[in-house]
């Protein structure tokens, strides 16, 4: 497998700016579903949406939880992701409370995540937790990623990409280092080009998110295929 089909397979292509209309998802899934990409991600009220334009196909849907800051509460984060489950989100990505962590909160941040969890994985959906490493020091990213593995979450993810800075391969290592073999890790803010996504599959990212799929997967992948 070329190196362009296995940065395909990783993307999760990222539709929520907040200015985004119907019109704006439509025409993105339909540029991105020929690439077979793992999923679109997309805002909580485009689900059904995205939902119904991908009906026939293999790339998944996927949705944001307490998207970009986390600070809803647990209940409002289980209510929205089982009406993002309902309308067709296959797989979540949740914002944990940022503020609980760095208060050293620790029981909270784990209880916020093990409830959303638990709504998803009993409904056959995955959750990747949002940790948002540019806000958090070494010691809180390698803490909040233990209390995802904690909590039975499927991936620890980098970056909203709408909270400062976006996924950096030191950041990946130390979350890496941080967890177990069954956790895994998404790279997301930032990853523009097919050596950037290819270096961060390197390093050990099981997905990357990105709005730059089209740009990342047309460009030559001559320098990088000697990685794979």
Known sequence: MDIK???AKAIDHAVLKPEFTDFDLEREINIVRQYNIASVCVKPCHVKLASDILKDSKVLVSTVIAFPHGTTTTKCKVAES?????????????????????????EYVKNDISEVVKCAHDRNVIVKVIIETALLN???KVQVCKIAEEAKADFVKTST????????????TLMKSAVSSNMKIKASGGIKTLEQAAKFIDAGCSRLGTSSTVAILTHGAEDTDSAY
């Open 82 to 106: 089982i009406e993002a489950i309902d309308n067709g989100a296959k797989e979540l990505d949740m914002v944990i409370n940022i503020g609980k962590l760095i208060s050293g909160d620790y």
């Open 161 to 172: 990409g709408f909270n400062g800075g976006g996924a950096s391969l030191s950041d990946i």
């Open 5 to 7: 089909n296995i940065v």
């Open 138 to 140: 070494d010691e809180q």
